[in-house]
């Protein structure tokens, strides 16, 4: 069996992710694809929490198009975030995996309000912990959350998994053939060079907790289970500073 090299990870995904290539809405088949590479993690004895995004339900730019406060159309992208929660906690679930949502926003009807140290315990318990609602204020990132809440439960390592990306590039190589990859950035390069792994605001946060990232391609089957068991895919930021 595969030695895990990190014992607790933040696993990022983003909205758009959970949508497939319908590019919205939530894709059963896609969910359940996520979920038996999770599920094959958590079998390593890898505590996991999660931070998923809400980009597949609401985009901050229809409320800019709409002429909407900034701030109201980030509450809508935080609730975007906990359906997106919901749904791959039943799918977990279905799937003998226990799990817990945690919200910044209370909504105690649907998840838990987010409390560390029982976001830890359901950890050390074996329990998946998905954390939603954003940060419970406008103007932040689910990046900024990853970040904020590995820093909180000391998460070894953020894994951001990508739609097709197989690492940090210096252009986008979806438009540019010529695009470079990185095997190993430090945080500030990323923010010096402004590259698009996270926004700044995450990126800070980051480098200044020494947490690392490892960005690899989720639609690579079985590409979770390598990073966490420390095979070299992707890109590393940080941890070497």
Not at 115 to 139: D, M, Q, S, W
Request: proline share 3%; net charge negative.
């Amino acid at each position: 069996m595969d030695k895990p090299k990190y014992k607790r990870i933040i696993l990022k995904l983003s909205g758009e992710a959970m949508a497939g290539n319908e590019g919205f809405g939530i894709k059963p088949q896609t969910i359940q694809t996520m979920v038996d590479e999770i599920k094959e993690v958590h079998a390593l004895g890898v505590e996991i929490a999660i931070v998923v995004g809400g980009g597949n339900i609401w985009r901050g730019h229809i409320g800019e198009e709409m002429g909407m406060e900034r701030a109201q159309a980030d509450y809508m992208g935080m609730l975007a975030t906990v359906m997106n929660a919901l749904a791959l906690q039943d799918v977990l679930e279905n799937n003998q995996v226990p799990t817990r949502v945690q919200t910044a926003l209370e909504m105690r009807q649907v998840a838990e309000p987010y409390i560390r140290r029982r976001a830890i315990r359901h950890l050390e318990k074996g329990r998946v912990v998905i954390f939603a609602g954003g940060t419970g204020n406008p103007y932040f990132s689910t990046d900024t959350l990853a970040a904020l809440r590995a820093a909180e439960i000391n998460a070894d390592v953020i894994l951001m998994a990508k739609n097709n990306v197989d690492g940090v590039y210096n252009a986008d190589p979806r438009h540019d053939e010529t695009a470079t990859k990185f095997d190993n950035l430090s945080h500030m390069d990323v923010i010096a060079k402004g590259l698009k792994v996270m926004d700044s605001t995450a990126s800070s946060l980051s480098m200044d907790n020494d947490i690392p990232l490892v960005v690899f391609n989720l639609n690579e089957s079985g590409n979770i289970r390598r990073v966490v068991c420390g095979e070299n895919i992707g890109t590393v930021v940080g941890g070497h500073e």
